[in-house]
């Protein structure tokens, strides 16, 4: 089936733009999970969610980062007054109840100029 | 703090040869234990995980590790190397029912002939 997919693959904007990072999770899966990737860096958590709450966001760098699931299945990632600091991959993860394993998606490459 | 430790950020290993990557966690509780391969513009591929049981666990493509609670250790093991696992490998660990996945800084595979 399909997998977690994540759009744009890359996005490059401008200091102080304000963003947005869409993540579409495999079907079903009830669980899903925002992390940054910063070069040469493992992932690092942002926010999980369970169904349409956020259950834990303590990864949330600072209140420019917010993420909302309205649904239950799309996530979008929106970022505002970006900074150069922001540049990474964003790496979205759906996972399901039952098997507490993770997948993750290709991610979205920001590059903020 | 939760934390895992990849004390090597890069390793080479001949083809055919033998493989151990070291992992180190920190985690109050019974960890959640996983190992991923990150490819060059891949996402990151799920290799194995310890949950309970038998602290040995076998993972996909011919890896397998092992938890020793008493060292805090899930070392990552393969017999013989082939040239395609080079790639950037992640130690993580996390906690039951989902919720935040702490992933180390990761340690970079070389292969060479």
């Known amino acids: 089936g399909a997998g977690v997919s994540q759009t744009p693959s890359n996005k490059v904007t401008e200091k102080g733009k304000y963003v947005e990072l869409r993540c579409d999770p495999i079907?079903?899966?009830?669980?899903l999970y925002w992390y940054r990737q910063s070069l040469g860096q493992g992932p690092e958590f942002l926010i999980y969610f369970q169904g349409t709450g956020a259950a834990d966001d303590s990864g949330l760098p600072n209140d420019r980062f917010f993420a909302v699931r309205p649904e239950g299945s799309v996530s979008t990632l929106k970022i505002q007054r970006t900074e150069r600091g922001d540049s990474a991959v964003y790496l979205c993860?759906?996972?399901?109840?039952?098997?507490?394993?993770?997948?993750f998606g290709p991610g979205t490459r920001l590059t903020v100029l | 703090a939760q934390s895992v430790t990849q004390p090597d950020i890069h390793i080479t290993v001949s083809e055919g040869a033998s493989l151990e990557l070291r992992c180190n966690y920190s985690?109050?509780?019974?960890?959640?234990l996983f190992w991923y391969v990150q490819s060059p513009g891949q996402g990151l591929q799920l290799l194995l995980k310890y949950f309970s049981g038998d602290t040995l666990v076998q993972g996909i493509k011919g890896f397998e590790a092992e938890f020793k609670r008493s060292q805090s250790s899930f070392n990552l093991r393969k017999p013989s190397v082939h040239w395609s696992d080079a790639a950037e490998y992640f130690c993580?660990?996390?906690?039951?029912?989902?919720?935040?996945?702490?992933f180390g800084a990761g340690t970079r595979l070389f292969v060479k002939a």
């Open positions: 993860a759906s996972g399901s109840s039952t098997t507490d394993t993770q997948y």
């Open positions: 985690y109050g509780a019974t960890p959640y």
């Open positions: 993580a660990v996390g906690a039951s029912g989902g919720f935040k996945t702490i």
């Open positions: 079907s079903g899966h009830t669980a």
